[in-house]
Every structure is written in C-alpha cells, then in structure tokens.
C-alpha cells in the first residue's frame, strides 16, 4: 500500500464538514432559490437573478465559515446562521455582527452616506437559525433581550427565527436531516473517510440531496475531508500545553527536593513522573554549581 493510499484512508473527517456542504450547497443558485422559496412561497416574481449572496469574512476572530446573507431585490436581507447540533444563543451575538457588516457593506456598495442629511435607503432584515439538533422544548425565535437581558425593554433588539427539522421535504429540511445522518455515520465509524461516504449513500438511497450529491460527490467528499483537521489541530495544542505545564511544575517540585537533600534522585523521580532519572541527574547538577 502507497503512503499516498495510507494518508487518504487515514484522512479526517472536518470539524466543519456541515458547515462547507452548507455554502457550496447553496452556491449554486439553483438551490438558493429552492432555500428562498421555502422560506417566501409567496413570492412568485423571484429568480435566480433577482438573489444575491452575501460574502462576509472575517467579521469576528474565526471566520463565520457556516454564515450566509442572501439579498432578495433591493428590499430583502436574509441572514442564515446555522447553530448547528450545539445549541447556543451565543449566536444572536454572530447575528448582530454580522448584521451591522452586511449593512456597512451595503451602504458601501450602493453609494449612500451616512454622514447626509438624505436618509438612506437600507433592505429589511430577516433573520435565520437553522438547528440541525432536535427541537426538544426549545423556541421558535429566540431574542437578544430575552436571553441575555431577562426579557428588559433594551435600546437594541435582535430576534431570530429558530428553523428545526420537520416533515416537509424542502431543501432547507433535507439539509438539517443530511446533518442528522452525519452525526449517526460520525457515532459508528468516528472522523473518517467512512464516516463521509456511507453519509453520502445513505442520503442519496433516502433521496435526500440526491441531485446535489450525485453530481458534486467528489467534491462533497473532498469539501468534507482534512488530513489535519482543525479539532484535531487544537487537541494536540492542549496536549502539548498540558505536558508543557505538567513538566515545569515536576521541574520545580524537583529542584526544591534536591535542594533539601533528603531524599535521592530515585525517590525523587516517584514522585515527578515527567522528569527521568538522567534529566534529574543535570538538574542536580545545575542546582549544585548555582549553590
């Protein structure tokens, strides 16, 4: 077996793997406008002309990779934050930013000064959460003042519409139950190459995505799939910190015991199990040339 063949079988699986299906998913317009109309049925007149989507990056520390603003017309913004199966209201605050981005970029784009006397003209704002976690006793919409504020009569409001899984087969509601189906595949075969080929079949046989999945597979499963994965990235960063930690604090514990000179270096190695015998064998020596 090739090292290449090793490497690929080996590969993980993204942390944000639902995150990068979500905005190429909707990357297509053919989709985007499947995603409007579920939400405006009634809006008959659009196209997918008449849709644009709204790039922000870097508005906060860690790319809002998983968000998506979409400008219906000239009349209609509609921000999508996906909360994932990790419920949070801390997503109100992605949305407030996130809102005064896209307006800032908007002002811009068309023109309009907000140091004039003219009013501008701005789009309405809607505002999405969707969950792909179960509903349980959670809300419908969820509202800065109440989750943060108790509910006080604040100078700034945010209130977002919750969108949960249902029993329509809509693009929004195969999307949530494509993540459900990753969730379950990650439970039985973990962050791996499997994991994002049986979640692919397993869609396609329920008609779920179908069309997408069959015609942008491999690049669904290269979108999903990362040698070094950002979770792993931080778990070997915390594992490395800790011992890091766990090796200065036995360090100092043995400097003090062998300038107290009670016990012997093999004593003392029971009881800083990070240090080895030859390590404080120089430790000695160094503690001896500074006495």
């Not at 969707?130 to 100078?155: C, H, M, R, V, W």
């Not at 899984?165 to 039985?188: A, G, M, P």
């Not at 942008?216 to 594992?239: A, N, P």
Request: with cysteine; proline share 2%.
């Amino acid at each position: 077996m090739s090292d290449d063949t090793k490497q690929t079988q080996e590969a993980k699986a993204k942390r944000t793997a639902k995150n990068s299906v979500f905005l190429d998913l909707f990357q297509d317009k053919k989709n985007l406008l499947k995603l409007y109309q579920t939400l405006h049925p009634e809006d008959t007149d659009a196209t997918e002309d008449t849709l644009d989507i709204v790039t922000i990056d870097n508005v906060l520390t860690d790319n809002l990779y998983n968000d998506l603003g979409i400008m219906a017309g000239n009349n209609r913004l509609l921000l999508l934050l996906e909360a994932q199966s990790s419920w949070t209201v801390n997503i109100l605050i992605r949305i407030l930013l996130y809102l005064a981005q896209s307006y800032h970029e908007y002002f811009e784009r068309t023109s309009q000064s907000l140091y004039k006397s003219t009013k501008v003209k701005m789009p309405k704002p809607e505002l999405y959460i969707i969950y792909t976690g179960n509903k349980g006793k959670k809300p419908d919409i969820i509202s800065l003042s109440q989750e943060f504020f108790d509910g006080a009569d604040i100078d700034i409001e945010v209130r977002a519409k919750v969108i949960y899984e249902s029993d329509t087969e809509d693009i929004i509601n195969q999307y949530i139950i494509f993540c459900k189906v990753f969730d379950e595949q990650r439970k039985l075969y973990g962050m791996t190459e499997q994991t994002v080929k049986e979640t692919i079949r397993i869609c396609k046989d329920r008609n779920i995505l179908r069309e997408y999945l069959i015609s942008r597979e491999v690049e669904v499963v290269t979108i999903m799939m990362s040698l070094f994965d950002d979770e792993q990235i931080m778990r070997t960063y915390l594992k490395d910190a800790a011992n890091t930690a766990a090796y200065e604090a036995d360090r100092a514990t043995a400097e003090r015991m062998i300038k107290k000179g009670k016990m012997s270096l093999e004593d003392i190695a029971d009881c800083v199990p990070t240090l080895s015998l030859e390590e404080l064998k120089k430790i000695e020596a160094e503690v001896m040339q500074l006495a």
